[in-house]
């Protein structure tokens, strides 16, 4: 369960988010909003990568007071991810595998399904946009995380590859309870086998539906 | 030299001299204008004691080898990736060649780009030969002369393969571990890859520096002061590399925040990575030291150092928003390394520099947002 507390978070004094108390139970959400909401803001609060006041926690782990632990259970994917371009697909994943302890055979698991293998020896300069973003889709997914933040999953993404993404999200959730909360504009509910949960963020504060 | 070799040399030997200047400048100020002349008697001498001393240990003889082969490997991967290059894909034409002559000219491809160690191979040959050592001195010049001849051997085998992959072999040698277990090593190699011109010329300098103004005091006259004082404009040039190194993580490690590394963890990056910065000038202190540099004033210089490089990187979490601003605030700290130096309290202010480094980056690492200082 993911718990809000006190949450605010404000840009040159003006007010973006404010979260009083919120609890957002298990499942895949589509995090719904209008440009500018603070979407992709509120989703790096609680990937840990911005800070706020107030604090938010994940199965009872504060991220303010546990925060390798909270880290260890949230992953993110961003929006647009950049990464070291002189390093290789395989180099960060590797990264990876040791800080969240991944089992090596779970990410070979992932590389195999999203079909990464081709591109990952190649240096991360010689990738495409769909081809970064498919990367860091699957960097999101190793080690397991109990919660996984995918802002804009699906954008410059192909069919071929939205398809599996898609895919990978419903077989986590049905086979290991994963939580998902997703940020798109594009419609969610038609591409899902699940119907996502709706959380939509206006007037800075979010709303389940 | 003929038109194939005109080619040959424009897009495989220049560009690796070029790529690799740095490199080889660095290489030579160690090997000629630092290490050549410290023990006192002359650079011939020394490096004649130096070859002898290689010849006659097999560690140090293995380890050579070894040296020398990760330096083939370097190459190849440098020429294999040209060949493969989009812009160079006219050099397939070099398969239509008859075979012999194809891998005549690869070979002096190889040759030339290799020149360097061939060379100092050759007059380790000699050294042995001149000392009776006829087995040590074959080996040397049979194990060069082959990486020459397969590698030449392998360039006509990319050539006639160019879709495939190659470098992926040698990537698993060379990324063997870089970068897999701690984002210090991922910062070092973004320094040694992407600013290798800001860091050679800062080493360069620091080095020089340090060098040139301990090595000619005399006894009587020992004063360190003004050699510190102008190594440390060097130091302060590192605000440059270190305001660099922050933005690189702000563009393209954004991800290392999410991961589940404590903040003790990841301050120990930082320490690493500065460790290593600073391996050209420990080493220089240490080979200064203590003929030249009293023990005392190479661990003062030391900790100086790597506590002011470790200050300047825990400011960048309080503010780095504009090089100018970051800059100067850099000043203003060289100003109070200064005044350290005259009143002789450089220590104190080593040990505040590192404290306030630790509790700046542990208050601050969560709470700095970039755009927002």
Not at chain 1, 167 to 184: C, V
Request: charged fraction near 15%; include cysteine; glycine fraction near 6%.
């Amino acid at each position: 369960m993911l718990e809000f507390l006190n949450v605010e978070k404000t840009y040159d004094g003006r007010k973006i988010l404010e979260i009083s108390s919120l609890k957002i139970e298990q499942g895949i959400y589509w995090l719904q909003g209008t440009n500018g909401c603070g979407k992709t803001t509120l989703l790096k609060m609680i990937a840990g990568i911005i800070p706020f006041s107030g604090d938010i926690s994940y199965d009872g782990m504060s991220l303010k007071k546990n925060s390798t632990k909270y880290r260890q259970q949230v992953s993110w994917s961003d929006a647009e991810p950049e990464f070291p371009s002189f390093l290789s697909g395989h180099e960060l994943i590797s990264f990876y595998n040791y800080v969240r302890k991944a089992s090596i055979s779970q990410t070979e698991k992932i590389i195999s399904f999203l079909e990464a293998d081709k591109f990952l020896s190649q240096k991360i300069k010689t990738y495409s946009s769909g081809m970064t973003k498919k990367f860091s889709i699957l960097l999101a997914f190793i080690g397991q995380p109990s919660l996984i933040l995918l802002d804009e999953p699906l954008s410059t993404l192909d069919l071929q590859s939205t398809l599996l993404v898609m895919k990978l999200i419903h077989d986590y959730h049905q086979e290991y309870g994963t939580n998902f909360l997703l940020s798109s504009h594009h419609d969610m509910s038609s591409n899902f086998l699940v119907m996502p949960k709706k959380l939509l963020l206006a007037n800075k504060n979010i709303m389940v539906s | 030299m003929d038109s194939l070799q005109k080619i040959l040399f424009k897009t495989l030997i220049k560009p690796f001299y070029k790529q690799n200047a740095g490199f080889f400048i660095f290489i030579l100020v160690i090997m000629i204008g630092v290490v050549g002349e410290l023990d006192g008697s002359d650079m011939l001498d020394y490096h004649y004691a130096l070859i002898l001393g290689m010849l006659n240990n097999f560690v140090i003889f293995i380890l050579i080898l070894l040296l020398w082969f990760l330096y083939a490997i370097k190459c190849v991967r440098f020429v294999t990736t040209s060949i493969q290059k989009k812009e160079n894909s006219f050099l397939t034409i070099l398969a239509g060649f008859e075979t012999r002559k194809n891998y005549l000219q690869l070979f002096f491809s190889q040759f030339f780009i290799y020149l360097p160690v061939f060379l100092y191979s050759l007059v380790i040959t000699v050294v042995a030969f001149y000392n009776k050592m006829f087995f040590e001195g074959i080996i040397v010049f049979v194990f060069n002369l082959t990486i020459c001849i397969v590698s030449a051997g392998w360039y006509m085998h990319v050539l006639k393969n160019q879709d495939k992959n190659f470098n992926a072999y040698t990537d698993k040698i060379f990324n063997l571990n870089i970068g897999n277990k701690n984002y210090g090593a991922i910062l070092s190699r973004y320094i040694f890859s992407q600013q290798k011109i800001i860091l050679f010329g800062l080493k360069l300098y620091d080095c020089a520096i340090l060098y040139l103004i301990i090595r000619n005091l005399s006894k009587e006259d020992y004063d360190i002061r003004l050699a510190f004082i102008l190594y440390s404009f060097g130091l302060f040039g590192h605000g440059i590399l270190i305001y660099l190194v922050r933005e690189f993580q702000e563009k393209k490690l954004s991800f290392l925040r999410s991961l589940p590394i404590s903040v003790v963890n990841r301050f120990s990056q930082y320490c690493l990575l500065y460790g290593i910065l600073l391996i050209p000038e420990i080493v220089t202190i240490i080979l200064l030291t203590p003929k030249f540099l009293h023990f005392s004033d190479a661990l003062i210089i030391s900790v100086c150092s790597y506590s002011v490089l470790l200050f300047l990187n825990s400011l960048t979490f309080f503010t780095h928003e504009s090089i100018k601003d970051f800059l100067k605030i850099s000043v203003a700290i060289f100003f109070i390394l200064i005044f350290s130096v005259f009143t002789q309290t450089q220590i104190l202010f080593a040990v505040l520099f590192a404290g306030s480094s630790i509790l700046l980056f542990t208050t601050r690492y969560f709470k700095y947002e970039h755009g927002t200082g």
